[in-house]
C-alpha cells in the first residue's frame, strides 16, 4: 500500500474551481487501486489569507509544508493585493526554499483542432520544455537607487551560478537520452555578453558527457519564431527561468490556450516535496462563474503520477483528456463548448474510470 501526502493549496480566483476537479481525479484513482492511497491537507494561503493577515502564508508555512511528498497549487495573485507581494511572497518562495529547480512544460498539441497553426498536427507540437526555475533573471537580486529623482536607478541583475547552470542542463540531458530525444538550448549569448555565453559554454561543457545526444542551439528570438513556424523542430528544450516563461506561453497558444498549460516545480533528489499547477493564473475575469477549465490542474495531477513512478497513471489521465477533448459536449468555453468547470471534471471521472478498467488499472 501506498500512501502520498498532498499539501493542497487551491489560492486565489479560479485556482480552488480547477483544484476541485483536480482532487476528484486522485480520488477516482485511490478508489480504482486499492493499493494507492491520499492523505490532503489544504492550506488556506492565497491574497484572501493576506488581507486578513498581512502576509500570504503562516510564518512557518515552509515548515509546514515539509513534511509533504508534493504540493498541489491552483494559483496566487487577485486584484488588491500586487502581484510582486503574492507571487514572490509565496510561488517564488515555495520553489525557492524547496530547491525546486526544474520547471517541466509540456508542449502537447493533444487534439489538432486546438492550434491556431496551419497545417500543423500532433505528430509537430510534441515537445518539453526544461526552465531554470531557481534563480537566472527571476534570482530578485537588484537594487533601486535615488527612487523618484531624475538620477534614478534600477538594477535587476540576472544571477547564473555554476551550481545552477550545470545542474538544469545536466537534468535536460538526462532527460534527452532518457528518451532518446533531441535536446536544444535556448540563450542569447549575441546581447547577453556574460549570463548567456556562460550558459553557452556550460551546454556545451556537459554534453560532453552525453555523445550520444543530438543538440541544437538557437537564440531566444530565433527559438520564438521557430516555436511558431516549426515547433517540429523541437524535442526537449532547456532554457533560463525568464526564457522558460514566455516561450511556455506560446507554447501554450500553440496547443490550445491558459487552460491546457501545466508545468511541474521538481526538486528531483526529492530532499524537499515537489509542486505541481496549471501555468495559468487566477483569472479573476472569469473567477466565480463555473467555467474554468480545468484540463491544465488535471494535467498536473498526470505529472504528478508520473513524478510518484506511476506512469501508468499519468499516461491513462493524459490519454482522457485526449478523449474528452473529443467530445464537444464536455469542454468549457474557452475550448468552445458550454460545459461547466465541474460538468467537466464529472464526465472525466466516469472516462478515467472506463480507461483505466480497459488498460487493467483496476486493482481491488
Ligand atoms: N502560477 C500562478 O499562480 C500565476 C500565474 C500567472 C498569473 N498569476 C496571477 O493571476 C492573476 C491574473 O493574471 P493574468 O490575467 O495575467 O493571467 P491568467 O492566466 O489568470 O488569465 C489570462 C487569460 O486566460 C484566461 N484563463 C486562464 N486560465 C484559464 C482557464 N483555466 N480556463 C479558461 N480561461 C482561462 C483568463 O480568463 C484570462 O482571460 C494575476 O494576479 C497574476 O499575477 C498567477
Sequence with gaps: MKNFKIALIPGDGIGPEVIAEGVKVLK???????????????????????????????????????E??????????YPGVPDTISLRDLLIRIR????????????????????PLKDKTEKDIDFLVIRENSEGEYAGAGDWLFKGK??????????????????????????????NRTLTSVSKANALNYSMVFWDEVFEEVGKEYPEVKTYSHLVDAASLYFVVAPERFEVVVTSNLFGDILTDIGAAITGGMGLATGANLNPEKKFPSMFEPVHGSAPDISGQGIANPIAAIWSVSQMMDFFEEEQWGEVILSTIKTILTEKNSITPDLGGTSSTEGLGNRF???????AAKKQLVVN
Design 28 to 66: 477516482t484513482i485511490e478508489r480504482l487501486n486499492s493499493e494507492i492511497s491520499f492523505s490532503f491537507t489544504e492550506f488556506p494561503w492565497g491574497c484572501q489569507y493576506y488581507l486578513e493577515n498581512g502576509k500570504m502564508m503562516a510564518d512557518d508555512g515552509i515548515e509546514q509544508l515539509k
Design 68 to 77: 509533504y511528498d508534493a504540493i498541489y497549487l491552483g494559483a496566487v495573485g
Design 96 to 115: 525557492r526554499e524547496f530547491d525546486q529547480y526544474v520547471n517541466c512544460r509540456p508542449v502537447t498539441l493533444l487534439n489538432p483542432s486546438l492550434t
Design 150 to 179: 531624475p538620477e534614478e536607478v534600477v538594477l535587476q541583475t540576472g544571477v547564473f551560478s555554476r551550481k545552477g547552470t550545470e545542474r538544469i542542463i545536466r537534468y535536460a540531458y538526462e532527460e534527452a537520452k532518457k528518451s
Design 349 to 355: 471521472v466516469e472516462l478515467l474510470t472506463l480507461q
